[in-house]
Structure formats: structure tokens, C-alpha cells
């Protein structure tokens, strides 16, 4: 299945593989539409829209029972394509809201947070859908919903969701005018420990976000 015959008009639209592979590329458009800097002012609620909307997709992957793959072995779907540059254009683009703090699992009882960063997220997420858009274009439909239902469990569903929590939580801080402390130079080779737990990372400033969101009007 070519690129061109990605949304031919025989595929049934309300057939699951089909939806699921219609939700997934069209996070993948936009975050490489994002990550290009043309629109730095709507980075943010453009990513909590994308990554809300990707997460549909993993909700509906995880409630769907087990997908088996047709074969025993994975297909090669050949090389993983760089992500790097997409990682850098992410980071200079978030700064100064790249690095948060996350809870890596919820029920492990007092585990600490640790620092991560938005555009590591999102170009793991991005590695993780592309690694099953390459089955999925190659007519591997089974094996795509396997790996992108694998995945979601193992990786990107979890990343996913803290990248939302992360960016729901900047715009809750500007939309409800509570400014970020300035971690003071927190960063992701930084160990936290309990008495970090209430530390927000990153800091918005108001010039950089508010203002250009018209949520505040400029001084």
C-alpha cells in the first residue's frame, strides 16, 4: 500500500485499521508541520490538540481485544528514519517549556518524578507510529495494528500521555494566570526526590505565551 493508495476511495472509512491509520499519519503531518517554527505561537494548543487526538486512537488500540500478526517473525519494514533534527527544531521551538516533570508509573508507591522533555516525547511517539506506518503502507495491515497496539502498551501510550499532562499544564498556567517558578536549571541528567514533588517544569513566560495567544493584553 503506496503513499497514493493511503486513503483510496475502495477502503471502507468506517473499517478500524483504516481510522486508526488516518489518525495516526495525521498526527505524524502535524507535528512535522508544527516542529517547522511557522506559527511558534500556536506550538503549544496546536501539540495538546494533535497529541489529544493521537491518544483517541491508543484508547481505541487498547480496548480492542489482542491483534495476533499474520506471521511469527516481524517483517523488516526497513531503516528507522532520523529523528534528530525533528528533536532539535521540537526543542528550540518549546523553550523554555521543553522540560517537566513526570511520574513514570502511577501505582509504583512513592516513585519519584523524574525530568523529561516534550521533544524527546514526541519523537520517541513519532519513531513508534512510523515503525507501524511502514507495515501499514507496505499492505502489512494486521502487522501495523499489532505493532501500533504493542507499542501503545509498552511505550508510546504512556509517553503520549504524559506529553498531554505536560501540555495541558502550560496552557491551565496561562489560561488561569498562574506564572511557572523558574526551575533554576533543572534538566533531564537531573535526579529529583521527594521534595521535588510540587516543582513545575519549565517556566512560561507571559511575553512568549500569553501575549501572543491574546490571553493577556501586551504592557
Not at 44 to 58: I, R, T
Amino acid at each position: 500500500m503506496s503513499d497514493a493508495t493511503l486513503h483510496a476511495t475502495d477502503q471502507n472509512p468506517d473499517d478500524f485499521a483504516v481510522q486508526i491509520a488516518d489518525q495516526v499519519e495525521s498526527f505524524l503531518v502535524a507535528v512535522m508541520e508544527i516542529a517547522k517554527g511557522d506559527e511558534p505561537e500556536s506550538a503549544v494548543p496546536f501539540l495538546l490538540l494533535e497529541v489529544s487526538q493521537l491518544l483517541l486512537a491508543g484508547g481505541r488500540l487498547g480496548a480492542h481485544e489482542d491483534i495476533v500478526p499474520d506471521e511469527r517473525y516481524e517483517p523488516d519494514p526497513g531503516p528507522e528514519p532520523d529523528v534528530d533534527e525533528l528533536r532539535e527544531n521540537l526543542s528550540r521551538l518549546l523553550d523554555p517549556i521543553d522540560v517537566y516533570s513526570e511520574v513514570f508509573d502511577p501505582y509504583e508507591p512513592r516513585k519519584a518524578p523524574v525530568p523529561a522533555r516534550i521533544s524527546d516525547d514526541l519523537t520517541d511517539v513519532i519513531t513508534d507510529l512510523r515503525h507501524g506506518m511502514a507495515h501499514y503502507r507496505a499492505g502489512r495491515t494486521t502487522e501495523a495494528l499489532w505493532w501500533w497496539q504493542f507499542s501503545y502498551f509498552s511505550n508510546w501510550g504512556s509517553t503520549a500521555s504524559a506529553t498531554l499532562r505536560a501540555l495541558q499544564s502550560v496552557l491551565a498556567h496561562v489560561r488561569l494566570n498562574q506564572p511557572l517558578a523558574e526551575l533554576d536549571g533543572l534538566d533531564t541528567d537531573q535526579a529529583m526526590g521527594d521534595d521535588t514533588l510540587e516543582i513545575e517544569a519549565g517556566r512560561v513566560m507571559v511575553e512568549e505565551i500569553a501575549e501572543p495567544l491574546g490571553l493577556r493584553p501586551a504592557k
